[in-house]
């Protein structure tokens, strides 16, 4: 654990530079000497880290301390992604359901979903014998192959939007597709995207997804880059909106709306907890992209087989021109892909537009994404409603527990994801959120990982078909003990 004079040369350090990486890498370290410091109001000793809990260790090595200390030895941060720092010390062994064990052997009812992309729980029978046929017929062909065409057409007959479909590898890669194909349909470059919607990594996206400073008013937000690297640049081609202010975008709009190739939205964003999105916003900005010419791409990479077999666009009945998916999509496999209408996504026909790529369409992950969606269809889509059932279930028994120990928080999403805020008031801007209790929920979130619940750092559960009534039970007791045994009660909030 850094010393206190080391996060101070941080924070000044973040003072100077403001970027993405310093903000968020010195409020991660702050937060994790929080969390462990305020539990039962004892200093971070063995006996509270997660990591090294004596009831399952039994006496054996620390299996997962001495793994992860060869992983930083060997692997850049010692982590595969930096999206994996607060649980950078965990190392799983094996997952089965909507459980994962660890290398010392500890059990965590797994709300992490590696991210989401787990809709049918860890290891399920059917993705498994479709990985198992593919393997022994053939992983991939670089042509086309029955489970590619069979894949695109249950995409095709899932999205409002898409009448043409092609397969990337992540959701990154397809947002890409998609904006190249937006500016080749427009002849323009400029992008609109909206203040805490995450669209990837790419340069010239991963912009004002977590900013912090700089920001510009809310009428007026500022395009903030994220990381150290990306070329000042890119934000040239960036215009910033904030989320749920149609007046604000339509003044957008009126001074940009001839440049604008695309707007880019997240209909059901969740990467700074779930920011539902107001009555006709969706509608409104639908009518406002087809008066200037804008195309209208909605980023469906977490809410499309998730939040509803078709998406936000299913759930809010707006069809926009084009739309990206992935994650839930698959089941795990790293595949993603884009789809719209016909007279946009003709453009990739004889190469006119560029789309390339040694792994799209491999057969393996066509296989295995063909099985879930197939999975997903069944019985009238009884696994979503499955799905959505449990998170209504845990939303209302969270919120019970916040109210009758006083908690300064809530619960709230369309029931396939669940947020918990640092807030009494659900937010409806990713402003709203910086003004959130977020290290009480830092501190939640390492609590209930000693106890065997695995969610998000910043308050998110995602719901899998493996999990039951009993886990949902389950996790609102351990709620309930974090808040009334772990933390010090009222005085911590």
Not at 82 to 93: K, S, T
Not at 327 to 339: E, Q, R, T, V
Not at 398 to 405: A, I, L, Y
Request: aromatic share 8%.
């Amino acid at each position: 654990m850094p010393s206190v004079p080391r996060i101070s040369r941080c924070a000044a350090r973040l003072a100077a530079c403001i970027t993405y990486d310093f903000v968020l890498i010195t409020y991660r370290m702050q937060i994790t000497r929080s969390g462990f410091a305020n539990l039962r109001a004892a200093p971070p000793t063995e006996e509270m880290d997660p990591m090294h809990d004596e009831t399952r260790v039994s006496g054996q090595q620390d299996r997962s301390a001495g793994l992860t200390a060869r992983l930083a030895n060997v692997l850049a941060g010692g982590m595969g992604s930096g999206g994996r720092y607060e649980h950078r010390d965990l190392v799983i062994a094996k997952g089965k359901g909507a459980h994962v064990e660890d290398a010392n052997g500890k059990r965590y009812i797994d709300y992490m979903l590696a991210f989401g992309p787990l809709i049918l729980g860890h290891a399920p029978r059917v993705l498994s014998e479709a990985v198992a046929q593919s393997l022994e017929t053939g992983i991939m062909f670089g042509a086309a192959c029955e489970s590619e065409l069979l894949l695109a057409e249950e995409v095709v007959s899932s999205f409002p939007c898409v009448d043409k479909v092609r397969f990337t590898n992540s959701g990154t890669e397809a947002v890409q597709s998609a904006l190249r194909l937006a500016r080749a349909y427009t002849g323009r470059d400029k992008i609109l995207k909206f203040e805490g919607h995450f669209h990837g990594w790419a340069d010239n996206i991963f912009i004002s997804v977590k900013p912090v400073a700089h920001m510009g008013l809310a009428s007026h937000p500022k395009a903030v880059l994220m990381t150290p690297g990306q070329p000042k640049s890119v934000i040239d081609d960036i215009v910033i909106a904030t989320w749920n202010d149609f007046p604000g975008i339509e003044q957008i709009m009126s001074r940009h709306g001839s440049e604008i190739a695309a707007i880019i939205l997240e209909p059901c964003p969740t990467n700074n907890g779930f920011l539902e999105v107001a009555p006709g916003f969706l509608e409104k900005l639908r009518a406002l992209a087809s008066a200037y010419g804008s195309v209208l791409i909605f980023d469906e990479v977490v809410s499309g087989f998730r939040m509803a077999l078709g998406g936000g666009q299913e759930l809010y009945a707006t069809v926009p021109d084009l739309c990206t998916f992935g994650k839930a999509f698959a089941g795990g496999l790293p595949i993603a892909g884009f789809g719209g209408r016909d007279d946009i996504m003709s453009l990739l026909v004889d190469n006119a537009v560029s789309h390339l790529g040694t792994y799209n369409s491999g057969a393996l992950s066509c296989a295995g994404a063909l099985a879930v969606l197939r999975e997903l269809k069944r019985d009238d889509q009884a696994v979503l409603k499955h799905i959505h059932r449990l998170g209504k279930e845990l939303i209302g028994g969270f919120n019970q527990v916040f109210q009758e120990t006083g908690a300064p928080l809530c619960a709230a999403g369309p029931g396939a994801v669940v947020s918990v805020y640092g807030s009494p008031t659900v937010p409806k801007t990713y402003r709203d959120v910086l003004s959130h209790n977020k290290e009480l929920l830092a501190r939640i979130h390492r609590a209930l990982l000693h106890r065997g619940v695995w969610s998000f750092a910043r308050g998110t559960f995602m719901i899998s078909a493996a999990h039951d009534e009993d886990d949902i039970q389950e996790t609102i007791q351990m709620m309930k003990r974090v808040l009334t045994e772990d933390i010090n009660g009222a005085g911590a909030w």
